[in-house]
C-alpha cells in the first residue's frame, strides 16, 4: 500500500513537470498567465492576442488574427478567432493541444496583447479629409473625428452631418445628427460613438464672397452668423457686417450679386442691390437672399473684377493710367485656371453681360482686337469653366 502511494506521487510530479496536467497550485515567484480580457469581448481581425500554456513554454506565442479572421495555432492548424470571445477560442486550442500535441489537461489562457484599430472615413467640409483610426479601448465620436481631421472647413454646415453605416454585410444605413446643436450644449446626444467602417460626410453650408469695397474681403458663412442659426434668410447686408462694413470710398450703391448658372456654363446673373439705400435708411425688403455660390461686389475706387476659372480672383487696378482690357484683367489674376472656357467670358458691365471669345486673342492668327473690350471701373470679367 505505501509502496503504491509512492508511485503515485512519483507518476504526479512527473506529469506536472512536463505539463501534462494541471496544476494543483503556483509556489511563489511562479510564472503566472497575461490577464484575461472581459468576457463579452469579441475577437477582431488585426488583433494580436498572447497563448499561455502552464509548463510549456514552446506554446507561448503571440498570434496575430488574420484578415479573414483566422488564427494560426502551432500543432494545431487554423482556429477561427474573428467574432468569437476568447473562452471559446481557448477551448478549441485546449482541444486541439490534447489532441494534436498529446498535452494531458493542459491550462491555457489566452489574451489581448494588441487590439486591432477601428477605423472610420471623414470628408466633405473638414480641413483634412482622411480616414480616423482608435481602438476598441477607446471612445471615438464624430466630433472627436472631426477634430482628428482638422476641424471643420469654414463653410461647413454641421447641422447635417450625415453617418453612411453599413454593419456585417447588412444593408446600410444613413444617420443625420446636428453637431451644431452639441457644439451649443442643447444636443449633446448628437455627438454619438462612431461604429468602425462609418463613413461621416460633413455638408458645405451657405456660403458666399464678398469682394471689393469691404474691410475684410474674404469667404463668409451662414454659421458665421450670431447663433448660427440655419434657418434664416443669409442676405448681401449680413454679408457686409461680416466682412466688417464697407470700405472708405466704397460704392455701395452699385453693389451687385453675381450669381453663377445652374448649370455651371451658361452667363452668370447679376442682381443690383444699393447696400447704401439698405443698410443707411433700414429698407429691408429691398435686401438680396444670398445662394450657395453667389459673389457680393462693391465696386471701390478704380478697380475691376475678376472671378471665376483664374488663378487668383481679386480686385485689380491699372498701374498705367489706361484702362485694363478683359486679357490684361486675367493676367493680373494669374491667367487662367485649367478647364477656362476662354471662348465664352462674360464681361458684366452697368449697361449689361457681354460675351467675349479670348480664345480668338491668343491665337495670333485670329486675333481680334474686338474681343479685348476696356473695362470701366466696377466691370466684373467672370471666366466660366469647360466641362
Not at 513537470?17 to 515567484?29: E, N
Not at 500543432?75 to 490534447?98: D, F, N, P, Q, Y
Not at 429691398?286 to 461686389?297: C, N, P, Y
Amino acid at each position: 500500500m505505501r509502496l503504491h502511494a509512492i508511485r503515485n506521487a512519483v507518476v504526479l510530479v512527473v506529469a506536472l513537470a512536463l505539463g501534462l496536467v494541471a496544476a494543483p497550485g503556483r509556489a511563489a515567484g511562479a510564472e503566472d498567465p497575461p490577464r484575461a480580457n472581459e468576457a463579452s469581448y469579441r475577437v477582431r481581425p488585426g488583433d494580436l492576442l498572447a497563448l499561455w500554456v502552464y509548463k510549456a513554454p514552446d506554446f507561448n506565442l503571440e498570434l496575430r488574427v488574420a484578415p479573414n479572421g483566422d488564427l494560426s495555432v502551432p500543432l494545431v492548424g487554423r482556429v477561427k478567432g474573428a467574432g468569437r470571445s476568447l473562452e471559446e477560442i481557448t477551448a478549441e486550442v485546449r482541444e486541439g493541444l490534447m489532441k494534436q500535441a498529446k498535452l494531458l489537461d493542459p491550462q491555457v489562457s489566452l489574451s489581448i496583447r494588441e487590439y486591432a484599430s477601428l477605423r472610420a472615413y471623414i470628408h466633405g467640409a473638414v480641413r483634412d479629409p482622411k480616414a480616423i483610426d482608435w481602438t476598441t479601448q477607446q471612445q471615438m465620436t464624430v466630433s472627436r473625428a472631426i477634430a482628428m481631421a482638422g476641424g471643420l472647413s469654414d463653410d461647413a454646415d454641421p447641422s447635417g452631418v450625415r453617418i453612411d453605416r453599413r454593419p456585417g454585410e447588412g444593408k446600410g444605413e444613413e444617420l443625420v445628427v446636428n453637431l451644431q446643436a452639441a457644439m451649443e450644449g442643447r444636443g449633446s446626444e448628437q455627438d454619438m460613438p462612431l461604429h468602425a467602417g462609418d463613413a461621416v460626410y460633413v455638408p458645405r453650408g451657405l456660403g458666399v464672397y464678398v469682394l471689393g469695397g469691404v474691410k475684410e474681403p474674404g469667404f463668409y458663412t451662414r454659421r458665421t452668423l450670431a447663433g448660427a442659426a440655419t434657418n434664416i434668410p443669409f442676405t448681401a447686408s449680413q454679408a457686409i457686417t461680416l466682412a466688417r462694413g464697407m470700405a472708405q470710398g466704397a460704392q455701395g450703391k452699385l453693389a451687385k450679386v453675381i450669381r453663377p448658372a445652374a448649370d455651371g456654363k451658361g452667363a452668370p446673373e447679376v442682381i443690383a442691390v444699393d447696400l447704401a439705400e439698405v443698410m443707411g435708411q433700414g429698407l429691408t425688403e429691398k435686401d438680396v437672399v444670398l445662394k450657395q455660390g453667389d459673389s457680393l461686389f462693391i465696386p471701390q475706387g478704380e478697380g475691376v473684377y475678376v472671378l471665376g476659372a483664374v488663378n487668383k480672383g481679386g480686385v485689380y487696378y491699372s498701374d498705367s493710367g489706361a484702362p485694363l482690357t478683359v486679357m490684361k484683367a486675367v493676367a493680373l489674376a494669374g491667367s487662367f485656371a485649367d478647364f477656362a472656357k476662354k471662348s465664352s467670358v462674360r464681361v458684366i458691365s452697368r449697361s449689361g453681360v457681354r460675351v467675349v471669345d479670348l480664345d480668338e486673342m491668343t491665337d495670333t492668327k485670329k486675333s481680334d482686337a474686338s474681343q479685348d473690350p476696356p473695362l470701366s471701373p466696377g466691370d466684373v470679367v467672370f471666366v466660366p469653366k469647360g466641362f
